[in-house]
């Protein structure tokens, strides 16, 4: 199946900090979300970008299909940002998504 | 209730009790799914069923039996579970188009111990 390498494991910022989290996959995919789990374990939905790039406030993404990654950049962190972020793929012939380990990323006030 | 409820939040049970997970969602999509969250492991995709037909059954023991009545609800039953099965698990849905999952929505887990 699909595999799905997330980078880096942890990070530990400073507030106010900028980051970027990658997801790098083995084979084409019709979906790639990126998620952000709270302390209480809801996953919460940041971008659905199977392509291109998206922005959300302090939040962007970019995904290039062709060369098999996604980025997630965060600017000036909080520490409400704290948590764990997932990127998760459909690739063809399975509806259903596969997810990365997952980057933790610790804020610091 | 929006979006994706899951009953109830945190269950505790003996390898030999017998319970129900509940799933419902509230945003009018045709697809829904059981994954489960080990501690230390990614997100596992255990059931997936699409307008009420199961689509996906990812090697789950058979003490984990799924069901779904209608496109809303998803439940989850549990029997002689073991210590092992402790985990997060969680509801997902999604509009299913062409055999496409589209972008997926979570609800907010069940954490399992087993004792």
């Known amino acids: 199946g699909i595999q799905v390498e997330q980078s880096p494991p942890d990070l530990i910022l400073q507030e106010g900090a900028n980051s970027t989290l990658r997801c790098n996959f083995s084979?084409?995919?019709?979906?790639l979300q990126w998620f952000h789990q709270n302390p209480w374990g809801q996953l919460i939905n940041l971008f659905y970008?199977?392509?291109g790039t998206k922005q959300n406030g302090r939040l962007s993404a970019t995904t290039v299909a062709t060369e098999r990654y996604s980025l997630l950049y965060i600017s000036s962190s909080q520490t409400t940002d704290s948590g764990v972020y997932f990127c998760?793929?459909?690739?063809?012939?399975?509806?259903?998504?596969?997810f990365g380990s997952g980057t933790r990323l610790q804020v610091q006030p | 209730e929006t979006g994706v409820t899951q009953t109830p939040r945190h269950l505790v049970m003996g390898m030999t009790n017998k319970k129900s997970l509940k799933c419902e969602q509230h945003?009018?999509?045709?697809?829904m799914y059981w994954y489960k969250q080990s501690a230390k492991k990614p997100l596992e995709l255990m059931f997936v069923?699409?307008?009420?037909?199961?689509?996906e059954n990812n090697s789950v023991p058979s003490r984990f039996s799924p069901e779904c009545p209608n496109s809303s609800h998803l439940f989850l039953h549990l029997h002689t579970l073991q210590p092992e099965d402790s985990a997060l698990y969680l509801c997902?849905?999604?509009?299913?188009?062409?055999?496409?999952?589209?972008?997926?929505?979570f609800g907010p887990g069940t954490r399992l111990t087993v004792l």
């Open positions: 997902a849905s999604s509009q299913d188009i062409s055999f496409l999952a589209g972008e997926q929505f």
């Open positions: 998760a793929v459909e690739n063809t012939g399975r509806r259903a998504l596969t």
């Open positions: 945003l009018g999509h045709n697809a």
């Open positions: 084979d084409s995919v019709n979906n």
């Open positions: 069923y699409s307008l009420e037909e199961r689509v």
């Open positions: 970008i199977p392509s």
